[in-house]
């Protein structure tokens, strides 16, 4: 890998005891969720026998998780602990937790060290690559955060075997995302079952891209494909009380995207029409049943990427190839939200 | 001014309205507190047309805004405004507002454009220089924040004419503090009706420590001198409902640590009751009456500048030099305490 910050290991973590070695940090404290606490913390203390000190904070799975209420209730236990720059904070978890922990320890005390040790596909492939952190505010997704980089990243493809296959599903979707925007060959030959490669591949463009625009001005927005009505549609179900994965919000954004491109020309329809077929046989609808039009509309123009009151998307230029800063008119988002709503009853 | 973003003018904003006219936001956000309110809206508006359209958020002055639930309602706000990243967020207040203010612009939407109108003494002088924002944890001083520069400071000199005498006290403990660390010159002919020319020194100071030391991890520490007990002192009397600014704080910090500094024979007998006695003919002292010293070791344990349980402090070597990372044994505050309590009895 380009990126000396992120290291991969099967099994043992030899090589994060080599990192706690180098780096001599006085204290541990490991965010954890009620998952990773029973799945993964024990494996991890086994392999890194000095964390058996460390102190442990849980916080619950799912992206509730991601308020303000629960990262000052973090930071009031950082301060019981009397953790400080010489604490090493790390998170054990998913997107969320990784997004969540990243955003405690960036910001107590202008900034501790913390580290990922991402155990979901989702949090291998993506999240816990590019430094971004993020909580939510009320209902808007990761309204509220920084861009902050981890000490170090340390994937153990030996989590994967402790998800259920809905985990890997949200994991897939990103991947799939990255092979539209960046990557024709992946999308052709996408091989589900050599899913180390799918992380390595994944990973690789996406250090490529951060590293090109760390601060999302311009061409790091390319992430963004599938997310803008994808967040509005995680958003809103949250809000409703419905159960949605991540990256099954984002499968329905890029369905929608993928028709937005297309009326707006830069799809070709045989292309559209492929996207259609291979993400609807892979993954399952995201209801929409209840959220109306208006709702999704106010989610947009409340969304981080909206500027100056125009809705700006980042849409496919063909499978492969991704342009930012597209303007859409919201008729246009109405009728691919239509069309959704048509093929997910069809 | 070495620093092309901090802009210097007396009665007029034509620097910040030809800013405006430059960057070309499409909204802007001011951020006042009930004073500035009355005493400095009215005449930045008069002065640029354009911000009548601004949207206005008032928050409370004083240190209990610092606080998450303040900067939550802030966001609240801002998502109801739906401000995005071409709206500029003005903070119009003293350091308790740029500090806040500066929090929740660069955290919101990961971070939206600011500037800081300073219209204190302190503030001019020391807080909006340098891109540190905080807010404090329950009585924490600063104990959640970041490095976060805004894109200009405009000290227009007109609002100092605004401000009691204990706002304008409260700003000249952190240039005799500059003196102090930085510049015995100044504390020799420390001329009080020269105030520009003590907020230009103070900030040139400022910047050039900032420059090589943006992130405190060296040289910016000697900033700190008379913060570490100053902190402590100023978290716990505000915790006890006391009425106490924190350059009165910072004057009983410095006055402590200067006591320290002696003990540790960086500072002469000479030097330290030459600095008592300029110190306290013109400064109040501040009321430690019914503060415990456990209070104040609890505190200091938890200050940002400690680190694996040991208490660091900046001390002074000899008057106007600072040596950062001096550990101090806790028995060395305790005498500096009682010291600092006899010499306010006495």
Redesign the interface.
């Known amino acids: 890998m380009q990126d000396h910050f992120i290291h991969f290991e099967t099994s043992g973590f030899k090589l994060l005891t080599s990192f706690f070695r180098k780096q001599r940090y006085?204290s541990y404290v490991i965010l954890v969720d009620e998952n990773t606490l029973t799945k993964c913390l024990p494996r991890l203390i086994t392999a890194a026998p000095l964390l058996k000190e460390a102190a442990i904070i849980e916080t619950e799975s799912g992206e509730t998780s991601k308020a303000?209420e629960v990262a000052?209730n973090i930071?009031?236990t950082l301060?019981d602990l009397?953790a400080?720059?010489?604490t090493l904070f790390i998170n054990l978890g998913g997107g969320v937790l990784t997004d969540l922990g990243g955003f405690c320890a960036?910001?107590?005390?202008?900034?501790i060290p913390f580290i990922h040790i991402p155990t979901t596909l989702l949090a291998m492939a993506d999240a816990s690559v590019g430094g971004?952190t993020?909580i939510d505010?009320?209902h808007?997704k990761?309204?509220?955060?920084?861009?902050s980089r981890p000490e170090a990243v340390f994937v153990d493809f030996d989590f994967l075997l402790t998800l259920p296959e809905r985990q890997i599903n949200n994991g897939l979707a990103e991947i799939y995302k990255m092979a539209l925007i960046r990557d024709a060959k992946l999308w052709k030959n996408f091989n589900e079952s050599a899913i180390e490669d799918l992380i390595f591949r994944s990973i690789q463009h996406k250090i490529q891209i951060v590293k090109k625009d760390p601060?999302?001005k311009d061409l790091r927005k390319i992430l963004n494909f599938g997310h803008t009505l994808g967040h509005a549609v995680e958003g809103l179900s949250l809000a409703k009380g419905r159960d949605v994965l991540h990256g099954e919000a984002v499968v329905a954004g890029m369905i929608m995207e993928a028709h937005i491109s297309f009326a707006k020309r830069l799809l070709s329809k045989n292309e559209y029409l492929e996207i259609v077929k291979r993400l609807t046989e892979r993954f399952a609808f995201v209801s929409l049943e209840g959220i109306t039009s208006e709702e999704i509309q106010h989610a947009l123009?409340?969304d981080?990427k909206?500027?100056?009151?125009t809705l700006n998307f980042s849409l496919l230029e063909g499978i492969g190839a991704c342009k930012w800063d597209q303007k859409v008119n919201w008729s246009l988002c109405e009728k691919a939200i239509i069309e959704y709503k048509r093929l997910s009853h069809g």
């Open positions: 006085r303000i000052t930071w009031r301060s009397q400080d720059r010489s960036s910001l107590y005390k202008r900034g971004k993020a505010l009320d808007l990761n309204a509220v955060g920084n861009f601060s999302d123009v409340n981080k909206s500027s100056a009151g």
